[in-house]
């Protein structure tokens, strides 16, 4: 506050308890969900700043956590974990991934800022496989306006930012459903296409974002008019990495955990 103007102040751990379960000693005595939510949304509009929280990886149930309800007086929130979790578990999947896709329609919808955090920090050079994943599954469902992915992978740098993040689709074929199975195909996979696809500044045509969540089984890739892939070589911008959108054909049938971004 004493050396510039504050954009916004981040709330971490914010929203309700109830999804941290087992982790918490024990809880405050006579708690209640909505009111305890309702206290840090008194909190947060009495402070005077604009507030991003973070705490919308804490699921309720299979669903969208109950602190995305902070949207009320928040600016934004962030996802840690999103898409991608730890090297044990470099992908989410099945109705993680699902209520994750959910989180991000649904802060879409409300016009908030979403900031979507990978958090594998096994080496990038090794994890273009999970690299792709987490950025097409962000991509399915992301909003051109109000929409931040990130990612943790291990680089030499230190810099994270890697070079498929400098691809950009917009125009959708599709309009954002208002939840992920809108984007489900007859196939089995999630898919949905950009008219106007970006790479680095330049226009590279049609684009189709396509993930298969799936933990256990394959299916078939849904589209025929495709020809190239995105190519992820080496690590961040810093380090060498580059990005191509001349990889080969897409696969007839796509693996469990398999993301595939095709371009005309």
């Known amino acids: 506050m004493d050396y510039g103007p504050i954009n916004a102040v981040f709330e971490d751990n914010a929203g309700g308890l109830d999804a941290y379960g087992s982790d ?4 405050p005595c006579n708690y209640d969900e909505g009111s305890w939510t309702a206290a840090d ?30 949207n009320a007086t928040a600016f934004g929130g962030m996802f840690e974990h999103c898409y991608a979790n730890d090297n044990a578990r470099p992908k989410e999947y099945d109705w993680v991934w699902r209520a994750t896709e959910d989180t991000e329609i649904q802060m879409a919808e409300q016009h908030k800022l979403f900031i979507c955090l990978a958090k594998d920090t096994s080496p990038a050079y090794t994890s273009a ?52 199975s809108g ?11 950009y008219q106007s696809c970006y790479l680095r500044g330049n226009w590279v045509g049609k684009c189709a974002i396509v993930v298969n969540p799936d933990y256990f089984n394959s299916h078939a890739f849904p589209f025929s008019s495709y020809h190239h892939t995105l190519q992820i070589n080496g690590s ?9 959108a001349n990889g080969g054909d897409p696969p007839t049938t796509m693996s469990p955990l398999e993301a595939v971004i095709a371009f005309q």
């Open 41 to 70: 949304e008194e909190m947060e509009t009495d402070l005077g700043y604009p507030v991003i929280y973070n705490g919308l990886s804490s699921l309720n149930g299979h669903g969208v956590s109950t602190s995305i309800a902070l």
């Open 24 to 27: 918490l000693p024990t809880m």
């Open 129 to 180: 496989d999970g690299r792709r994943y987490a950025l097409a599954s962000f991509l399915l469902t992301f909003d051109l306006a109000t929409s931040v992915f990130g990612e943790q992978y291990t680089t030499g740098s230190n810099f994270e930012v890697l070079p498929e993040t400098q691809l950009v689709p917009t125009n959708p074929v599709i309009s954002l459903p208002t939840d992920i």
């Open 183 to 193: 984007l489900m195909t007859s196939s089995g996979v999630y898919a949905r296409e």
């Open 236 to 244: 961040d911008v810093f380090d060498g990495g580059s990005v191509s």
